[in-house]
């Protein structure tokens, strides 16, 4: 993992196009999870609640962050947003991702558009945001808990994001913020 930390901040630090960085870093991802890295158990734990984030690495300077998201099964986030970019690798279990064109600013109170729906398995990555395309939503499927290794240009446990109601576009901003591994 030191490896893998070094070499993103490698990247992030002197690439500035965020599609480059996105593919670059998902080569790197893709590496990681075929090779026999394997993540602390107290970092793969779900909770009974809702979907949980905890923090691997944060660059000092918060120009980006690594995470492992943990689903349970059958649960599913809300529609939303990043704003910044990500590379989700798939580290155990399946999700199923809900994409939505971003709408326009200058179109508020309009249903969002699917824009298509994949499932991602064990070893798969994909880039999962810029920042000119932004909106989806993952849900857990399969019998055994999701679990996604993430990385995100910023600090995503303090970045304000958008959730969208599919419905009607309303936004409403969060801040995700960071679980912490069970037994701390």
């Not at 490698?10 to 599609?19: F, K, N, P, Q, R």
């Not at 998201?69 to 910044?84: D, L």
């Not at 279990?93 to 109170?109: H, I, M």
């Not at 910023?154 to 037994?183: C, E, H, K, M, Q």
């Amino acid at each position: 993992m030191d490896t893998f930390i070094e070499d993103v901040a490698s990247l992030v630090s002197s690439i500035d196009d965020e599609h480059e960085i996105t593919k670059q870093v998902a080569a790197r991802l893709s590496a990681l999870l075929a090779s026999d890295y394997r993540l602390p158990p107290e970092l793969t734990r779900p909770s009974n609640e809702r979907h949980v984030t905890y923090p691997l690495y944060i660059a000092p300077d918060d120009s980006w962050s690594l995470a492992s998201v943990v689903w349970n099964v059958g649960q599913r986030t809300p529609v939303h947003g990043h704003e910044t970019w990500g590379v989700v690798g798939i580290y155990a279990g399946a999700e199923r991702e809900f994409r939505y064109v971003k709408p326009a600013t200058s179109e508020p109170g309009r249903a969002l558009t699917p824009a298509g729906e994949q499932v991602w398995e064990r070893g798969q990555v994909t880039v999962c945001c810029t920042t000119d395309d932004d909106v989806h939503a993952v849900a857990a499927v399969g019998d055994v808990p999701t679990v996604g290794i993430h990385v995100y240009g910023g600090n995503i446990g303090t970045i304000n994001r958008r959730l969208y109601d599919p419905a009607t576009g309303a936004v409403r901003w969060f801040v995700s913020g960071w679980d912490s591994p069970a037994g701390e």
